[in-house]
């Protein structure tokens, strides 16, 4: 069975840093897409940042590049989310999924998700 685990969340001040790592469990991913998204209370999920197979290929949303990095490690088998100069805006559970196809902002192209881990900046 797969399992995506999040870890790194947590509690930072405006202006902080937090470096999110996503670990699938069950198969290895290298050769699928995987992306970060996250989801405020009352609001829809939200794209943030996705990465390609090769990771040269690189997306993030508007409200986040140039503050945000997505990385991988395909021989650790881990994607990660670098947070820079996070805002209380940013405050979410953010997930990480894997795509195999489809566009890379649309929630319904991931097939697998995690369970989220929560991120709150306080101002």
């Known amino acids: 069975q797969v399992q995506l685990v999040e870890s790194g969340g947590g509690l930072v001040q405006a202006g902080g840093s937090l470096r999110l790592s996503c670990e699938p469990s069950?198969?290895?991913?290298?050769?699928?897409?995987m992306g970060w998204f996250r989801q405020a209370p009352g609001k829809e999920r939200q794209f943030v940042a996705a990465?390609?197979?090769?990771?040269?290929?690189?997306y993030y949303s508007g409200s986040v590049k140039g503050r945000f990095t997505i990385s991988r490690d395909n021989a650790e088998n881990t994607v990660y989310l670098q947070m820079d100069g996070l805002k209380p805006e940013d405050t979410a559970v953010y997930y990480c999924?894997?795509?195999?196809?489809?566009?890379?902002?649309?929630?319904?192209?991931?097939?697998?998700w995690g369970q989220g881990t929560q991120v709150t900046v306080s101002s």
């Open positions: 999924a894997v795509r195999f196809s489809g566009n890379y902002n649309d929630p319904e192209a991931y097939r697998y």
């Open positions: 069950g198969r290895t991913f290298s050769t699928a897409g």
């Open positions: 990465i390609g197979w090769s990771r040269t290929s690189t």
